[in-house]
Each structure stands twice: as C-alpha cells, then as structure tokens.
Nanobody, 123 residues
Framework: QVQLVESGGGLVQAGGSLRLSCAASGSMFSINAMGWYRQAPGKQRELVARMTSGGSTNYADSVKGRFTISRDNAKNTGYLQMNSLKPEDTAVYYC?????????????????WGQGTQVTVSS
C-alpha cells in the first residue's frame, strides 16, 4: 500500500501565499501522474492542477498564473505553490496520484487520494 499525506494548509489573508506538499510513502512504487483537487462546501470536487510523469501540466482557468504544480521524484513528493490567494480559493485540497506498483509477480497501477488539507483565505 501507498499513503499520501498532505501538509501546508492553513489560514491566510487575501493576497497571501501557501505551499502545499504531498508526500507518498510505501515500497516498490513510483508515481505516474499526480494532481491537486479541491472541494468547497456545497460544491463538487474540481481539478486544480495536474502533472504527468513527463512534466506536462494542466491548470484550472481560475488558478492559471497564480498556482504552480511541481514534483520531486527523488523524494516522492508533489507540491502546489499558491500565490495571490483569493477568498474563493477557500476549500479542502486533496492530493491525488496514480501509483505504479512493482510487486514480485505483477506490475499494476492504482489511484490514491490524500486525506485533505484545509485552506482558508480571509478577506
């Protein structure tokens, strides 16, 4: 099994910045695609940013120019740098990763989610 643990959320004023981290732990695995999603009260979970293993990225229109996704494969950790935060960015942010497992008898891919971290932006 692989566990994803997010950190870095908190309370900031509008215009401030936060950096979220997503650390993957386990054995005999590698991260394929990874991304960040968020869910505000009463709304559906939405894609914020995504990065493939090759470095290709996609961003929601609402965060382009403000958020940056990155990853450190040596540390099995993904990041989301959030600048110029707005009150509308308030939500629970979730890390998602497609993990490739290499077992003794098989190789397979499985999707994982972190537990979520709260981001609150005050006006």
């Amino acid at each position: 099994q692989v566990q994803l643990v997010e950190s870095g959320g908190g309370l900031v004023q509008a215009g401030g910045s936060l950096r979220l981290s997503c650390a993957a732990s386990g054995s005999m695995f590698s991260i394929n695609a990874m991304g960040w999603y968020r869910q505000a009260p009463g709304k559906q979970r939405e894609l914020v940013a995504r990065m493939t293993s090759g470095g290709s990225t996609n961003y929601a229109d609402s965060v382009k120019g403000r958020f940056t996704i990155s990853r450190d494969n040596a540390k099995n950790t993904g990041y989301l740098q959030m600048n110029s935060l707005k009150p509308e960015d308030t939500a629970v942010y979730y890390c998602n990763a497609a993990i490739r497992h290499r077992g003794v008898f098989s190789t397979y891919e499985k999707d994982y989610w972190g537990q979520g971290t709260q981001v609150t932006v005050s006006s």
